[in-house]
């Protein structure tokens, strides 16, 4: 069962705009990745922020966490039709060694033109 | 460097068949994950394997299993299939942790 949650579940926004998306969940962690997938086909990695980081940008992409709420969102600025797709969070929490990735039920973004 | 790879990309299989999926994972990178995404369930984490050996194991039946070669290569197998096991199967690989690459995915038909 899915342990972080994202909201909105559903975003749809014009060409140019900005689109937020958050993520909160549940346990301590080492790092929150988000990813990017379109129509049922793999997963893209946007980017990572660590546990010690509060803000991390790429490009047109800007992630914010805060520890204390256990939240991130992610913020897509000046959107074109091309972002449109599904956007999950995951999780690497900090009791699991490895490899071993938590997602939201994430967030299906339409950016109109 | 080329990503990573997923064989096949669709499968057609009926109930109480078995399935082999394969992985290949980026140049260098020796930890491989499996994760199940299903409609009602989302993105559900199988295994992990690092090395050939299984570092994690998600909340799946034993139905569920993989290994590793020594070329970092993974398969995952699901014995006796159900109509529940339909999905896409993504594989994602990693140096040792962190970032994660996925492949394309398997889509798993059962009928």
């Known amino acids: 069962s899915q342990q972080g949650e994202e909201d909105p579940q559903a975003l749809s926004i014009q060409e140019g705009e900005n689109a937020t998306m958050n993520c909160s969940y549940k346990?301590?962690?080492?790092?929150l990745q988000w990813y990017r997938q379109n129509s049922g086909r793999g997963l893209v990695h946007l980017i990572l922020i660590r546990s010690n980081e509060r803000e991390k940008h790429s490009g047109r992409l800007r992630v914010t966490l805060d520890t204390s709420k256990k939240s991130s969102s992610l913020l897509i600025t000046a959107s074109r039709a091309a972002d449109t797709a599904s956007y999950f969070c995951?999780?690497?929490?900090?009791?699991?060694?490895?490899?071993?990735?938590?997602f939201g039920e994430g967030t299906q973004l339409t950016v109109n033109p | 460097k080329a990503g990573v790879t997923q064989t096949p990309r669709y499968l057609i299989k009926t109930r109480g068949q078995q399935v082999t999926l394969s992985c290949s994972p980026i140049s260098g990178h020796r930890s491989v994950s499996w994760y199940q995404q299903t409609p009602g369930q989302g993105l559900q984490f199988l295994f992990e394997y690092f090395s050939e050996t299984q570092r994690n194991k998600g909340n799946f039946p034993g139905r569920f299993s993989g290994r590793q070669f020594s070329n970092s290569r993974s398969e995952m197998n699901v014995s006796t299939l159900e109509l529940g096991d339909s999905a896409l199967y993504l594989c994602a690989s990693s140096p040792t942790f962190g970032e994660q690459f996925f492949g394309p995915g398997t889509r798993l038909t059962v009928l």
């Open positions: 995951a999780t690497d929490a900090v009791e699991t060694s490895g490899s071993r990735l938590t």
């Open positions: 346990t301590s962690i080492n790092n």
